[in-house]
T-cell receptor
């Protein structure tokens, strides 16, 4: 089975802190994605990566950056956390073609105080 | 840009009955894929069913089937013989079949509760 592992289920940080969310997949997937999930808004794409060191902005990249130094690992960085970034964050991975389903991690519920 | 709309924020159904979740989408693309994902309470999101736009036949996976109406841009999910374990949030999602790297556009989600 595909395993997508997110480093934390729950995280509490303070405004202005630099926050790192880590995601690791074990299926040699080319694509990796970061979403945030908010009630009534579904999942919105923050950033994605289709190869090592390659990244592209999604629909809501402001306030976030990402890093993909190794194929299996994709990190989401909140440069200076703000309260409006309190949310559920989901990582996903997939093979390279569009018809392949994405496999999701358990999610990280992040609270910024 | 593509959009996906799920107009039913919440639905409920009795165990063993059938329920249909609605989804509409908007796109100018002709080559695309549609998915339904399920997110049980406090658990991982998983794929329920997938439909290729070029296939006229509706996809079926055991108790789950879709009604894909390409001209109407509608993609509803039918769950037959509902079970308590079907209680979850369900998301409809769209992906462009071109060089989109599999980027999904999700609907807002529908919370389904199955009652005993």
């Amino acid at each position: 089975d595909v395993k997508v592992t997110q480093s934390s289920r729950y995280l509490v940080k303070r405004t202005g802190e630099k926050v790192f969310l880590e995601c690791v997949q074990d299926m040699d997937h080319e694509n990796m994605f970061w979403y945030r999930q908010d009630p009534g808004l579904g999942l919105r794409l923050i950033y994605f990566s289709y190869d090592v060191k390659m990244k592209e902005k999604g629909d809501i990249p402001e306030g976030y950056s990402v890093s993909r130094e190794k194929k299996e690992r994709f990190s989401l960085i909140l440069e200076s956390a703000s309260t409006n970034q309190t949310s559920m964050y989901l990582c996903a991975s997939s093979f390279g073609t569009s018809n392949q389903p994405q496999h999701f991690g358990d999610g990280t519920r992040l609270s910024i105080l | 840009a593509q959009t996906v709309t799920q107009s039913q924020p919440e639905m409920s159904v009795q165990e063993a009955e059938t329920v249909t979740l609605s989804c509409t989408y908007d796109t100018s693309e002709n080559n695309y894929y549609l998915f339904w994902y399920k997110q049980p309470p406090s658990r991982q999101m998983i794929l329920v069913i997938r439909q290729e736009a070029y296939k006229q036949q509706n996809a079926t996976e055991n108790r789950f089937s879709v009604n894909f109406q390409k001209a109407a841009k509608s993609f509803s999910l039918k769950i037959s013989d509902s079970q308590l374990g079907d209680t979850a949030m369900y998301f409809c999602a769209f992906v462009d079949g071109g060089t989109s790297y599999g980027k999904l556009t999700f609907g807002q989600g529908t919370i389904l509760t199955v009652h005993p």
